[in-house]
DNA sequence: GTCTATATTGTGATAGAC
DNA sequence: GTCTATCACAATATAGAC
């Protein structure tokens, strides 16, 4: 209601996910949190209590973000082609708009909590069923090598991610610039390798 | 010189990789490490002086572990898809018998901490010049398309790499049992996306 | 080399005034 | 809702005996 109120709670998650981002869960400092606000600490307990409470809600909404809408483009009603192309686009999207994101969600799904893994698990579960049936059709019609839906994504996840997630190695292993000068010519590159792999 | 010194030391590095592999640097404890190595904490300090320079030896280490010889692979005097299957051998052997290693890299390397740059570099140097000689002359004759040693290499490391770095979220949401199972078949796989890809 | 004991900071968290 | 002050504890690190 208040508007102080509300701006100061979204103002903290705002810098938290700065902070998570950069940190990880066990290296972010509330401190720095509130710093970056204008507030104290206290603000934080007293609109989230904890910081494991504040993370989840960051880690939630983070999975949401990069994971959210995929399951709309998979059951989307489009010729199996067109729909892998709109699956690489949405990859690629993310990848490019929400790199700290997404860099963030898997490096942290690395540590050993058990408590991730639902919050994950609660904001996205993924429909392949419909998505197997195409690609088995379309294998049978002798259109596409025969490939599971959980093998053809995550190669496309692997095309469109890794080059994010490995971004700073990357930059020492590759003399490359900056992932997003790779990632402006990178949907046709992706396409093809799938597209002449599949077709092969 | 004596045993129980040179032992000790190595089984705190032993012990501090699990640690460090499980939970990062931050949430690393050394008195874990201590435990489980059955000394106490002052033994760390005597053999590392501090938790930074403890990890330094451990990510150096980890390093080398996995890109240590790729470089030795790149120079090799072999006709080009030879290479290539050795790239790819090389990277997959990686992913496998050294699972934990390759997310801890990757991993650690997006934490914003700035020295961890200098270590990683010291490790490994990749000659990428000739390699990309040879990809230009085999597209001068059409034989592959064109395309920059940076790019394949990225590609490779992808497709290798990704199903690991990314091993929780892939369970969580291909419901693939275990990372392992993927990569028994997945040389195959990877080969024909690169091969076909590249030939197309 | 290995231990016990302690110093020194950090940090997340709480209590209570305003 | 926001702050000040403080607690409680955990973690790295050090000193010094054996």
């Known amino acids: 209601m208040n508007k102080g109120t509300t701006d100061t709670r979204s103002e903290i998650i705002n810098a938290a996910r700065t902070e998570f981002f950069a ?25 989230f209590n904890t910081k494991k409470k504040l993370f989840e809600q960051v880690y ?3 999975v949401e ?30 990848a490019k708009t929400s790199s700290s994101v997404l860099s963030f969600v898997i490096t942290e799904s690395n540590r050993q909590t058990e408590w991730l893994q639902p919050i994950f698990e609660e904001q996205v579960q993924l429909g392949l069923a419909r998505f197997n049936d195409e690609l088995e059709t379309a294998a049978s019609n002798y259109e596409i090598a025969s490939i599971t839906a959980a093998d053809l994504l995550l190669n496309i996840f692997a095309l469109c991610y890794y080059p994010v997630v490995a971004g700073p190695i990357n930059q020492s292993l590759l003399e490359t610039s900056s992932i997003r000068e790779i990632n402006s010519q990178r949907k046709g590159l992706i396409l093809d390798t799938i597209l002449n792999w599949l077709t092969a």
């Open 65 to 94: 973000e990069i994971f959210g809408e995929l399951d709309d483009v998979l059951v989307r009603d489009l010729p199996l082609f067109k729909k892998i192309e709109q699956l690489v686009e949405y990859c690629l999207e993310r």
């Open 60 to 62: 939630g909404q983070s």
């Open 23 to 47: 940190h990880g869960y066990e290296g972010a400092r509330l401190q720095r949190i509130a710093d970056q606000v204008g507030v104290t600490k206290a603000m934080i307990h007293y609109y």
